[in-house]
T-cell receptor, first 116, second 112 residues
């Protein structure tokens, strides 16, 4: 079974600082990788995804992530964070089974606080 | 928006009582999921469904059951609620494997 590790549970940054959140997954063949964001009091929203092709993927709100297959990593980055990026971020990997159904396996999340 | 609604949004219940949470979708997607979210654990899969009357257990299924008698509705039942089931419950649907999931707004359940 797949598993996902997020290295940082809490990150505190000042506005304009650069962000990198780590995510590693266990090997399981072909992977689909996702980052979700959860703003306070809201549900999860898709930030970006990797399915195939260019390992550097760009998402909404200036976020990007790089898939490094040799390191089993899918780290999230943003060059300059804003106060509005304060949220919890979840990395997830899609585990696919015979019969076509799939399950998303989530990391424990990283809570980001951005101070003005 | 994939049109997922969860009900109720908030519920407080007493230990030992049964509780049913409802997830309703409007777009006829085959795959539906129930997760619980707890601090430090991220989201953990409780049960999932791959069609009407086709369901299976996730990693934290003890104390929960599900039913799917119609494509649009996926019900999660806590047979006898315990304080350890205090959590936020999210329903999700899978639109396509490459698209990840779309989540409902969640149900905050408190068991006292």
């Amino acid at each position: 079974a797949q598993s996902v590790s997020q290295h940082n549970h809490h990150v505190i940054l000042s506005e304009a600082a650069s962000l990198e959140l780590g995510c590693n997954y266990s090997y399981g063949g072909t992977v689909n990788l996702f980052w979700y964001v959860q703003y306070p009091g809201q549900h999860l929203q898709l930030l970006l995804k990797y399915f195939s092709g260019d390992p550097l993927v760009k998402g909404i709100k200036g976020f990007e992530a790089e898939f490094i297959k040799s390191k089993f990593s899918f780290n999230l980055r943003k060059p300059s964070v804003q106060w509005s990026d304060t949220a919890e971020y979840f990395c997830a990997v899609n585990e696919t089974f015979s019969g076509g159904y799939n399950k998303l396996i989530f990391g424990a999340g990283t809570r980001l606080a951005v101070h003005p | 928006d994939a049109g997922i609604t969860q009900s109720p949004r908030h519920k407080v219940t007493e230990t030992g009582t049964p509780v049913t949470l409802r997830c309703h979708q409007t777009e006829n997607h085959r795959y539906m999921y129930w997760y619980r979210q707890d601090p430090g654990h991220g989201l953990r899969l409780i049960h999932y469904s791959y069609g009407v009357k086709d369901t299976d257990k996730g990693e934290v299924s003890d104390g929960y059951s599900v039913s799917r008698s119609k494509t649009e509705d996926f019900l999660l039942t806590l047979e006898s609620a315990t304080s350890s089931q205090t959590s936020v419950y999210f329903c999700a649907i899978s639109v396509a494997r490459s698209e990840g999931y779309t989540f409902g707004s969640g149900t905050r359940l408190t068991v006292v």
